[in-house]
C-alpha cells in the first residue's frame, strides 16, 4: 500500500486537487487456500500512462506477497491495481493465541 500510495502523491490522483482512491478487499473462502484480493482505484488523476521502465516500487509490489497476482490497468482516469494472493489457512484455535 505504502508504494501505491507514494506513487499516487507523485504522479497519480492524489497529486491533483479533487484526485481520490478507494481501496476496496474481499476474501474468498470457497477457494484452497482462501485468498484475498485488494483493489487500489484511483480516479481524479492527471492523465496516465504506463512505465516505459519497471522501477523499484513496482518490483517491490510484484514480488513481496509469495504467490500474489498483480494486475495494473493505465486507465484515462487514473491507475486501478488488483492484488489477489491465497491466505494462510488457520486452524481452530487461531483466535486463541492472538
Not at 504467490?67 to 491466505?87: H, S
Request: hydrophobic letters at 40%; a neutral charge; charged letters at 20%.
Amino acid at each position: 500500500m505504502h508504494e501505491l500510495a507514494t506513487n499516487a502523491a507523485k504522479y497519480g490522483s492524489l497529486s491533483a486537487a479533487a484526485g481520490t482512491v478507494t481501496l476496496s478487499w474481499m476474501m474468498n473462502r470457497g477457494n484452497k487456500p482462501p485468498t484475498l484480493k485488494i483493489v487500489w482505484q484511483e480516479s481524479g488523476s492527471p492523465p496516465v500512462r504506463e512505465p516505459a521502465t519497471k522501477g523499484l516500487g513496482s518490483t517491490l509490489i510484484d514480488s513481496v506477497i509469495h504467490g500474489a497476482q498483480v494486475r495494473r490497468e493505465f486507465l484515462p482516469g487514473g491507475l486501478l491495481c488488483t492484488i489477489e494472493f491465497p491466505l494462510p489457512e488457520a486452524d481452530g484455535n487461531a483466535f486463541e493465541r492472538v
